[in-house]
């Protein structure tokens, strides 16, 4: 992706964000300059990789396949194997009409995806074989806003604003907007982007960056090379 398509949707996303009354904390919205002379103030925020988040899967269509991402809180992997702590994470995500989030799983998180306000959210579901690969015969059951919703493999459940889908480890899930974009939260155990996505095909999990602009803000996945 180029960075002034980067910025583009960085700025469309924080006009969204504030269109539905949410405010991001004061961080989100430092320059890079302003990051980098901060960086040992915000370690904490550089460790649990909180921030603004652009991909396109690293497959250069992002109308098509891709997610905007804003991680508020993270916890710390150290407390969740401790089971003790801070063992919780907080995302806002915008999800674009027709705008796939691929078929992945998560190894350790939990999570719940809600629908904050907007369009409907299209979650199409799978179920695991035992090893924990993506069964295309297997559906299984998850939770609806506390209520259990068992699904057929390859079934579509649509959330209305203000409704919300829980899924497990091994809950293979795909989603997109359906008729117009959705301001989707999550709220999960402690997220590890690195490693805890299991996607079905080959995709990375971050956007490789052309610099053809400046960056408005920095992305989490620009941490390491521009504050060490």
Partial sequence: MKRSEV???????AEVIAGHGFRLPPFAWWSPEEFRARRHQAGRVIEARLGW??????????????????????GRPGDLLAGGGM????????SRA?????????????EDIINRGGATLAVELYGSDAAGRFAEDQGGTVWCDGI???????????LAPGESVTLMPGDWHAFWGEGGEVLVGEVSTVNDDLTDNVFREPLGRFAEIEEDEAPRHLLVSDYEAWLG
Avoid: W
């Fill in 87 to 94: 063992c919780y994470a907080e995302k806002l995500l915008i």
């Fill in 7 to 13: 910025n583009a949707i960085i700025g469309r996303a």
């Fill in 148 to 158: 259990a919703r068992p699904f057929a493999p390859g079934e579509v459940i649509r």
């Fill in 53 to 74: 988040d652009v991909t396109d899967y690293g497959q250069g269509d992002f109308d098509r396949l891709g997610l905007f991402l804003f991680t508020l809180r993270n």
């Fill in 98 to 110: 027709g705008q796939l989030s691929p078929m992945h799983r998560h190894i350790v998180k939990a």
